[in-house]
């Protein structure tokens, strides 16, 4: 059974930082990508930033350059390192493990195409 549990989030001024942290057990972590996703009240869950497998990097638009994603496959860890802040960054934060069969930036934008969740957190930016 695969377990995500999320860690980090909470209130911070706009510009400020903070960094989220998924830590998985259940599978060989290294073999699987890894997704970050947000959902505000009221919209639809997007997608923020993926790590491939073998450690690429993809961002929305929204976050590029603001946030950055890493893996540590030693700590079965994923984090979301968030800078630069914004008030419409505000949202309930999910992180998400791939299909085995997930390859390339059209998947990883995907929901639908991560078949585990862990809890989400929530980011809070305040103006």
């Known amino acids: 059974q695969v377990q995500l549990v999320v860690s980090g989030g909470g209130l911070v001024q706009a510009g400020g930082s903070l960094r989220l942290s998924c830590a998985a057990s259940?599978?060989?972590?290294?073999?699987?990508?890894m997704g970050w996703f947000r959902q505000a009240p009221g919209k639809e869950r997007e997608f923020v930033a993926a790590?491939?497998?073998?450690?690429?990097?993809f961002y929305a638009d929204s976050v590029k350059g603001r946030f950055t994603i890493s893996r540590e496959n030693a700590k079965n860890t994923v984090y979301l390192q968030m800078n630069s802040l914004k008030p419409e960054d505000t949202a309930g934060y999910y992180c998400?493990?791939?299909?085995?069969?997930?390859?390339?930036?059209?998947?990883?934008?995907?929901?639908?195409?991560?078949?585990?969740w862990g809890q989400g957190t929530q980011v809070t930016v305040s103006s």
């Open positions: 259940g599978r060989t972590f290294r073999n699987y990508a």
């Open positions: 998400a493990l791939a299909g085995s069969y997930c390859s390339g930036y059209g998947c990883y934008v995907r929901p639908q195409d991560y078949h585990y």
């Open positions: 790590t491939s497998s073998g450690s690429s990097t």
